[in-house]
């Protein structure tokens, strides 16, 4: 979805977002439903400024059991897009961290908000995603879910033990 700067009047514009979980700017992205938000764009001289939020359900694949499951994500938006030839001052800015604003760069006379939707969402997602806050993982010896109940395998032993066993059996010839 693209909105032409030339668009945006003086006033700003308000876009409500929604987009199917085949749209092209989150295809990529294990969308499940609609992607939704609502976004306000602002002119402010040369500088365009997005603020709003985005959000959508995610299939995500949880980090310790590896199961499916369904996250709903939630991010807020708050984007200075500044003309590429801006690009020296920006990182000038951000060298001397003054520049606590999200800034990305126009390219061309158009902003796509499908794309910006996508990356909020991709941001937001989390390195490690756990199907629950207390998911137990699987068992490494028999692969049973632990979140359901312990499955009676041996917990891992420290292999730094192994040397005190070899020291008994040799105590005990
Ligand atoms: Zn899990
Ligand atoms: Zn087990």
């Not at 092209?24 to 500088?47: C, D, F, H, W, Y």
């Amino acid at each position: 979805m693209l909105i032409h700067l030339e668009d945006i009047l003086q006033e700003g514009i308000e876009i409500e977002l929604n987009l199917d979980p085949d749209d092209p700017a989150v295809q990529e992205m294990n969308i499940r439903g609609p992607v939704t938000g609502s976004l306000q764009i602002r002119k402010t001289g040369q500088q365009v400024l997005v603020l709003g939020n985005v959000g959508g359900k995610v299939q995500l694949t949880c980090a310790r059991c590896l199961k499916d499951f369904i996250a709903e994500i939630q991010e807020k938006v708050d984007i200075e897009f500044r003309p590429v030839l801006d690009l020296d001052r920006a990182a000038r800015e951000r060298e001397l961290g003054s520049d606590d604003l999200d800034v990305e760069f126009l390219r061309g006379d158009a902003l796509d908000v499908g794309h910006l939707a996508a990356e909020q969402i991709s941001l937001a997602i989390p390195m490690k995603p756990l199907c629950r806050e207390d998911c137990g993982g699987i068992c490494p010896d028999c692969g049973a879910d632990r979140t359901l109940g312990t499955c009676g395998c041996e917990p891992d032993t420290d292999p730094r033990w192994n040397a005190l066993k070899d020291l008994k059996l040799k105590i005990d010839n």
